[in-house]
């Protein structure tokens, strides 16, 4: 048996690895201490043999509920993922393998890794409608890259996505593969008229270095970015500070800041009602984006979700809400479960990549059907 994380995005620590029926493991925090939940090895054995492999810091997670009904995600390819049997019971997160080739990778969800990263922007680079801009660079010395699709004239809204704020979301890269590979499409009519409408700015990934150091929530210095958008700096939060410095020489008429769940196993929006600026114009819009996007995509719901905060209490330091009261514009988050959609469960594969990229198109035709309202 051999276990090894030394890889992009990889996170576990072998605490003994003796016994076939008791391989005994804990994840490793992030930077800080704070928190930790993601994990992600490679392991290996023998074809056909039975393992049991415990986690043994589970209850001391960030977010223990999150390994109620969970089960972990699994690959021999890389490419297609499904899920193994997983159980939760006095702090210990146990998972069962049965052998089908030597390796096998298990993760807390589909990894997005750093080298897909980097494919996706050269990609899409090639299309005429898109340029990047380098915004600047991370702590650990990894580019800020924004993708602008669309030609920049300043009559048309200006719709700002970004993605991966906590880099163990990565169903959050994933959906943003899906959205532009349907924006750029050129038989796509929906795109089309968004672009005729509408100029992008996206950042697949706003925390490179928390996603290749193997984190849940942080970047390298520990910052949870989510909670840096009312005064970010370059020593903490250089991601947000840039973006931040480049919305304001954009403007921004709608803000789709995309996520994951632990806990709830359900996709769902959080707006930002509770902000000063929150008025009925803004409700309205937001309305009927949500509307529009139960109907593009069966998987989103309205009936579960975050409470939403009273009027004038929202935390300005969330980047949906500070968007939302700086700009005066639909700002939202939207969340995607780590485990299965419950509404429409998959007893495979659970929640998934190909469904995370499946909403990510569904998120063009909300956005359609409100671009000309914002």
Not at 18 to 42: C, H, M, S, T
Not at 96 to 107: F, N, S, T, Y
Not at 328 to 342: G, I, Q, R, V
Not at 360 to 372: K, Q, T
Request: proline residues 5%.
């Amino acid at each position: 048996m051999r276990i090894s994380a030394n890889f992009d995005g990889g996170n576990i620590e072998v605490v003994s690895i003796d016994k076939a029926d008791d391989i005994q493991l804990n994840i490793r925090p992030d930077v800080g201490n704070e928190f930790y939940q993601w994990f992600n090895f490679r392991f290996e054995g023998e074809v056909g043999q039975n393992y049991t492999l415990n986690i043994l810091n589970a209850g001391s997670a960030s977010y223990p509920k999150g390994w109620e009904d969970y089960q972990a995600v699994a690959s021999y390819d890389r490419n297609h993922w499904f899920r193994l049997p997983t159980s939760y019971e006095n702090g210990k997160l146990t998972i069962h393998v049965d052998l089908d080739c030597e390796a096998i990778q298990i993760a807390y969800f589909a990894p997005y890794s750093y080298e897909r990263h980097l494919d996706l922007i050269s990609e899409v680079q090639l299309h005429p409608s898109v340029s990047l801009e380098h915004l600047g660079l991370t702590l650990d010395g990894r580019d800020m890259t924004l993708l602008k699709v669309g030609d920049g004239d300043p009559a048309k809204k200006n719709i700002w996505i970004t993605a991966r704020q906590h880099p163990g979301e990565t169903m959050a890269e994933w959906l943003v593969e899906g959205l532009l590979n349907q924006l750029l499409d050129s038989d796509n009519a929906t795109a089309k008229t968004l672009l005729d409408k509408a100029n992008f700015y996206i950042v697949p990934n706003m925390n490179p270095d928390g996603s290749v150091r193997g984190h849940l929530r942080t970047n390298a210095v520990g910052t949870n970015l989510n909670r840096e958008w009312q005064s970010p700096s370059l020593e903490k939060s250089p991601e947000v500070y840039y973006v931040v410095n480049k919305m304001h020489e954009t403007g921004v008429d709608l803000f789709y800041d995309v996520h994951g769940d632990e806990g709830l196993p359900y996709v769902f929006l959080a707006g930002c009602e509770g902000v000063p600026v929150y008025n009925d114009k803004m409700a309205a819009v937001n309305k009927k984006f949500n509307d529009a996007l139960l109907l593009a995509s069966a998987d989103f719901q309205t009936e579960f979700g975050y409470d939403k905060d009273e009027p004038g209490k929202a935390n300005l330091t969330v980047g949906s809400n500070w968007v939302g009261n700086t700009f005066s514009c639909l700002a939202n988050t939207l969340e995607m479960p780590f485990k299965d959609n419950a509404n429409l469960p998959d007893p495979l594969v659970g929640w998934s990549p190909e469904r995370s990229v499946y909403l990510g198109e569904a998120s063009l035709i909300a956005m359609l059907a409100v671009v000309d309202d914002l």
